[in-house]
């Protein structure tokens, strides 16, 4: 499953370094900054939570998979940014398997 994201992130940091604006959208993003990143990291979030409540009300759920790639994407846009990758968020998630929810929230403080 993580091949497709560890592919993602490569083409992300390519994108990034090497590629045009005029014609790369992932250059345009970096290009305008971070603060434009993190704006269409907000507006996916947003669209991935009203598609969620519209599959609990009945409506079909591939609008809910489709928001929730763009949310993934621009947050993996916004990770290539900062010079992270899905590969760091993935050795997060490893390092907290096994742990109890509530015990890694509390080693956070918050």
Do not use: C, P
Not at 9 to 21: D, G, H, P, T, V
Not at 91 to 108: H, N, P, V, W, Y
């Amino acid at each position: 499953m993580s091949n497709i994201l560890a592919e993602l992130s490569q083409i992300l940091a390519e994108r990034k370094s090497s590629a045009n604006a005029d014609t790369s959208y992932v250059a345009q993003l970096h290009a305008k900054g971070l603060n434009k990143i993190l704006e269409k990291v907000g507006e996916e979030a947003t669209e991935t939570i009203i598609a969620a409540k519209n599959v609990e009300s009945g409506a079909n759920k591939s609008e809910l998979v489709g928001e929730t790639a763009d949310l993934w994407f621009h947050s993996m846009v916004m990770l290539s940014h900062l010079d992270l990758d899905a590969q760091d968020v993935l050795d997060e998630l490893g390092r907290r398997f096994g742990l109890s929810g509530i015990d890694e929230k509390a080693s956070r403080g918050k």
